[in-house]
């Protein structure tokens, strides 16, 4: 706690950060019926939000949940559910109009008119009310950092683990039958693709070792793959305080060739960059596909369905890290998935409100209730680990708030449904990931120049790693593009203006 006093202290002196964001850990009480304030006895109060939902419809006012929330919090929610589909939209005609909610989730900070209205005071600074919440700031630095504008903290950023992010899910069963173990290299994981390919251990015809897609403007479930080879989080890699774009650096182009080869040995999918998220882990249900790369809370579901499918021994192992020439490498995340923005129409008694029903919501107790649900009816606790009951298990939609509440949890990408041996077991690959764990340097930073360009380029770079993967393009087409990109004035400001940024940064810590 030491440590990160000392970083709020210097807080408001961080420059030019701003970043992508979309979800809230105390001792248990200390929010209860905060939310009220201390005119609590005056009744709940009213407090309208405007969030993302994920589950298959949103809750109906009287929801038992949704109603226990109000009990506890002493207040009265009006809240605006909306579907991932469109909720970009709707933020952008939320804050177009200028009738905000008193609570509303930005999911990209590096949205244009989200970072003039910022910039213009159409939301509450919080960087120094939110230091008077002690769930809120338990919140890891990085949280914080991440979600900064100009060095100012615009809203309440949802809290996310940042170990156990996506790698290798490995059907250990086919691994036991083969004789194999569990890769920690990358050339463990091109021999084990390669015996899933060659033996098939379910029977399947045309089985591949490691299913995924690419999307348009980054390589997707593939994206372990790049990252283990460069050794860093993202486009840049930090260097003697200097970040350099990894687009140049000839372990990008050893990735590229590791990947070429898998599709030419089949052992990735023909179809890989037509794929989408659902039809490139079905193959895996269907026995066609050994490895999905996602995050370790994945394992419960995944397993149901493929003994639904008759596998009655599948199983799954969550790969915490992978080696390469850069050494151990796992993905840390950015700590946060969006932020909650208050609207400065909203009068200062009543923030402390909002902030006091977040600070529930990132209590253990808070937490409890929106990831499990009430005790007796949604669960049991068998120690620390909370069983689900069978009706709670088959119908998740009581999870709603956990698109609010949330607490931090070095542990919480683990989700729930894992048997109390398996879940000790992968708290350690939790640790181990920890200890190889490496951030995006970038995260956060926004340039002019790339603002307006950016996006072009990254297709334009996805475009011609696809095409190599598929042995449309060569490598020597790659040397060649990237050469242009170093004479190329404009892609060399955008590299640029990020190291200004990240200087500025640094030196404002």
Not at 16 to 33: D, I, P, Y
Not at 169 to 195: C, F, Q
Not at 472 to 478: H, I
Request: hydrophobic fraction near 35%.
């Amino acid at each position: 706690m030491i440590r990160k006093r000392n970083w709020f202290a210097s807080f408001t002196a961080v420059l030019a950060l701003t970043l992508v964001m979309s979800g809230c850990g105390g001792n248990g009480n200390s929010g209860q019926n905060n939310a009220g304030g201390e005119g609590a006895d005056k009744g709940p109060t009213d407090l309208s939000v405007l969030t993302i939902y994920y589950q298959k419809e949103p809750p109906a006012p009287d929801n038992r949940i949704l109603k226990e929330v109000e009990k506890r919090t002493n207040t009265k929610l009006d809240i605006t559910w909306v579907t991932p589909n469109n909720f970009n939209e709707k933020v952008n005609v939320t804050l177009a109009s200028g009738k905000l909610p008193d609570l509303m989730l930005v999911t990209d900070t590096s949205n244009a008119a989200f970072q003039n209205m910022a910039k213009q005071g159409a939301f509450w600074d919080l960087t120094e009310l939110i230091k008077d919440y002690p769930n809120l700031m338990k919140f890891p630095t990085i949280t914080f950092t991440n979600n900064l504008v100009e060095g100012k903290l615009y809203g309440v950023p949802r809290v996310r683990p940042t170990e156990g992010n996506a790698q290798p899910l490995i059907r250990t069963d086919w691994l036991e039958k083969l004789n194999l173990t569990v890769p920690t290299t990358m050339d463990e994981l091109y021999a084990v693709m390669k015996a899933f390919k060659d033996n098939a251990p379910d029977g399947q015809k045309d089985t591949v070792g490691l299913s995924g897609y690419v999307n348009q403007a980054d390589m997707g479930q593939f994206t372990f793959i790049q990252e283990a080879f460069t050794g860093t989080g993202g486009k840049y890699k930090a260097v003697d305080g200097t970040l350099v774009d990894m687009t140049f650096d000839p372990s990008m182009r050893d990735a590229l060739e590791w990947l070429k080869n898998a599709y030419h040995e089949n052992l990735i999918p023909k179809d890989f960059a037509l794929l989408k998220h659902d039809q490139a882990k079905d193959l895996v249900y269907a026995g066609k596909a050994g490895i999905f790369p996602d995050k370790p809370n994945q394992i419960p579901t995944m397993v149901k369905e493929l003994q639904a499918a008759g596998k009655a021994d599948a199983d799954l192992e969550w790969t915490p890290y992978l080696e390469g020439d850069n050494g151990k490498y796992a993905a840390k995340g950015t700590g946060h998935f969006g932020m909650f923005v208050i609207s400065k129409s909203v009068k200062e008694e009543k923030v402390k409100k909002l902030l006091a029903f977040l600070d529930y919501g990132a209590s253990d107790e808070g937490h409890e209730l929106a990831a499990y649900g009430m005790e007796g009816e949604d669960f049991t606790k068998d120690g620390d680990n909370y069983v689900l009951t069978e009706a709670a298990t088959n119908d998740l939609s009581f999870q709603f708030m956990q698109n609010i509440f949330m607490k931090y949890d070095k542990y919480g990408n683990l989700g729930t449904g894992l048997p109390a041996d398996k879940l000790k077991h992968e708290r350690t690959l939790i640790d181990q990931a920890a200890d190889a764990s490496v951030s995006n340097p970038a995260s956060g930073l926004i340039t002019e120049t790339g603002s307006k360009l950016g996006s072009d380029y990254d297709k334009k770079i996805q475009d011609l790693k696809t095409k190599i993967m598929m042995g449309k393009a060569t490598l020597e087409d790659w040397d060649a593009f990237t050469a242009e990109l170093q004479a190329d004035q404009t892609y060399q400001q955008i590299i640029t203006e990020m190291n200004a940024a990240y200087q500025a940064r640094n030196n404002a810590k």
